[in-house]
């Protein structure tokens, strides 16, 4: 497993750098749905579309949390950008036992208020108009086996061009009920539920 090493230097970086290129690159970002910050770990959970994500992510952090930012990436894409690991990420080796050293380290991070985890339960990108989306087992067990207290907030990122060069996002925040996360299957439909609401918002705002 590859542990996140954050270094101030690579986190001031990046914090620029997410700015910079989504501002050059989407004509607005839009954050929508108001979620109450009670102090506590968040575990942040989004629709993996697109090579933006985590810099959306990282965004949305930036403007409503201000927490330290970590994200778990498939150990064979982060053993190639090392340098993303004094970011925040750490690695997952499906299949392997490390498996299991992942799962605590990520519970160990859910313990500390000033920690925000980010997950995608879809496990790999898809496309947007994937729908309903499906998520894998395992990442359950982190929701399931952290101790808490810690908040669980789903987003969902949605992109349109409409008439213009380049695109606007619209990012939509909601926080999953404690009723909704007794099971994987559970959280899933949640998140779906959340998905067709935002797509529904999605279409007004032409």
């Known amino acids: 497993m590859i542990r996140a090493r954050q270094h101030p230097f690579y986190l001031a970086f990046f914090d620029v750098y997410t700015r910079i290129m989504l501002k050059s690159h989407f004509r607005r970002i839009v954050?929508?749905?108001e979620v109450n910050d009670r102090g506590q770990p968040i575990l942040m959970i989004g629709n993996h579309f697109s090579w933006?994500?985590?810099f959306i992510a990282r965004y949305v952090n930036m403007q409503r949390f201000r927490r330290r930012f970590y994200v778990m990436m498939l150990e064979e894409q982060l053993s190639k950008r090392m340098f993303?690991?004094?970011a925040g990420a750490f690695s997952i080796r499906r299949g392997h036992r490390s498996i299991l050293e992942t799962v605590a380290y990520a519970r160990g991070l859910l313990s500390d208020p000033r920690n925000l985890l980010l997950l995608y339960p879809q496990g790999e990108i898809r496309s947007k108009y994937t729908r309903?989306?499906?998520f894998e087992k395992g990442w359950?067990?982190?929701?399931?086996?952290s101790p808490g207290p810690f908040q669980v907030v789903m987003y969902i990122t949605l992109?349109?061009?409409f008439s213009r060069r380049r695109p606007s996002a619209n990012i939509y925040l909601e926080e999953l009920l404690p009723e909704d996360s007794g099971s994987r299957d559970d959280v899933q439909r949640a998140?779906?539920?959340f998905l067709e609401r935002c797509v529904a918002l999605q279409k007004e705002d032409v």
């Open 159 to 161: 992109v349109d061009y």
């Open 31 to 33: 954050i929508q749905g």
């Open 191 to 193: 998140f779906n539920r």
């Open 132 to 134: 309903p989306l499906e």
């Open 140 to 145: 359950y067990r982190i929701l399931r086996d």
């Open 52 to 54: 933006w994500d985590g």
């Open 84 to 86: 993303l690991s004094r």
